[in-house]
């Protein structure tokens, strides 16, 4: 019969933890990289948008204070910016902001130029320089060199950028966002120089009661942006390292958890293989049964646990196998001896006695000890092969009290007169399934049968009787026969138990038919026991099997 497997788990907590430990750092990497992408444009966003609002405020100023307006009477004569007025307005206004502002007339002449200070031939390049600051320690440094040198110095945003151009004679119409403002547009641009550095430009028209008069054009070299990404990029350094730190200490969990385990259970299979066993105090019959020591881990509760449990449960089962082989040979040497004996010693005298009659009745020892031997040959065969057979068959669901009623309507028309016979007592029409091998357990009901017709005395009757009881179809069969002394109620089921009626010829049966009923039992996960009866004399025996 084949065993029955466990509860399958669709997810297994094993199988969650792997998962787990490989979809979390996946999600950290994409996260960080959308993370700092979004970052990046979010802080251009942010510094393009306060770029336009200063630009506003200062090309409002120029508007007002540093245009020259004109006095003459001609239509066409325009309001015009002051080249001077407006290099001393741009200059005192953009300084605070540290940004470098250009100032173009509507003709798209570059007038002022805060990195610049003269004009003309006199003027002098200026750049301003960064407040001082404390500096960055060694390990801050090192770790934003690696961080440059992983990002290649260029963002992500940074790769479709055109690259910044400025001429030595510049004009408006360099810059597209320029030539925006002087239509009256507010224009902006993001683009690269040569050394990989932002530089962030807005442009806003300078304009008078709707006229423009020029355009201001701001531009930021964008450390900030960096400053800021560097800073954050340091972060998520920071915190991939604690997340490192964190997947090496889950690692190092799962290898005592998953590794180790595994590894004392291979050891101990080797040991099993090596033939190494101890003893767990367990009780098989009457003797103490042994198994191999393989650790019990069933507390896991994972498919480590299971694997220690079914190793257990297997060696446990192997180890009663052997010792059950053992023991099979030894009393099978033991059954066989004496036949073998006594057929030795009659034919060693019938080649000695000259007398025919008694050569006549040794040869008759002769043959009884032949027959015997073959039924015992007959019985340890079929005994031996039985675990194989009911771990091969496929059990199917039969009604069991269908069955013993055939079975006894079978044995009773067959029955030799005066010999007792047995008398079905189970509900008529069935109706008590059970799942199994049939053949097999009528098997057992023959034997046990057989077993009551040779105890009782002629013309007795064999009282068959199946019932259920809750989870359990019982079978009980009982006879009129002398009973079992009280001491021998288990010993019965032993192989070669030898204790026949009185009336009965030496070696008619091997002593095995009980032995291998229960087996069969058993097999089919229930349980045989011998009893008295307590209304009348005689033995009873009840065969509960699992109701299928």
Known sequence: MAARSGPRRRFSPLTRRILFLNMVPLLLLAASVLYLDDFRRGLIAAEMESLTTQGRIIAAAL??????????????????????????????????????????????????????LGSGSFSVDIDILLPPGTPPNVLQHALDTAIDLLTGGIGPTDLDLPLYRERA?????????????????????????????????????????????????????????????????????????????????ISLYLAGTIARPIRRLARAAERVRLGGRTSIGGTLGAGQALATAIPDLSKRGDEIGDLSASLRAMTEALARRLDSIDRFAADVAHELKNPLTSLKSAVETAARVPDPAVREKLMAIVLDDVQRLDRLITDISGASRLDAELSRADAETFDVAALLEGLCEALAAVAKEGQAKPVYEGPAGGGLFVSGVADRLTQVFRN??????????????????????RAWIVVRIDDEGPGIPEDKLEAIFDRFYSERPANE????????????????????????????????????????????
């Open 505 to 548: 010829k030496f070696g008619t049966h091997s002593g095995l038919g009980l032995s291998i009923s229960r087996q069969i039992v058993e097999a089919h996960g229930g349980m045989i026991a011998a009893s008295n009866r307590l209304d009348k004399q005689g033995a009873r025996f009840t065969i509960r099997l699992p109701a299928a």
């Open 63 to 116: 508007g007002e204070a540093a245009v020259s307006i004109a006095e003459s009477d001609d239509e066409e004569a325009d309001d015009r910016l002051a080249p001077d007025a407006s290099r001393q307005v741009l200059r005192r206004l953009v300084e605070p902001a540290r940004l470098r502002a250009r100032l173009y007339d509507y003709d798209g002449t570059l007038l002022a130029d805060t990195r610049s």
């Open 448 to 469: 046990v049968i057989g077993n009551a017709q040779s105890f009782s005395p002629p013309g007795a009757d064999i009282r068959v009787g199946v019932s259920r009881d």
């Open 169 to 249: 004679q510049t004009n408006a119409r360099d810059y597209e966002e320029a030539v925006a403002a002087l239509g009256g547009e507010t224009g902006s641009a993001v683009r690269r120089d040569g050394t990989g550095q932002l530089s962030i430009s807005v442009a806003v028209p300078v304009q008078r009661f709707r006229q423009v008069l020029g355009a201001l054009l701001l531009t930021s070299d964008g450390r900030s942006v960096e400053t800021s990404l560097r800073a954050v990029r340091r972060d998520i350094l920071h915190l991939t390292a604690g997340v490192l730190a964190i997947t090496v200490l």
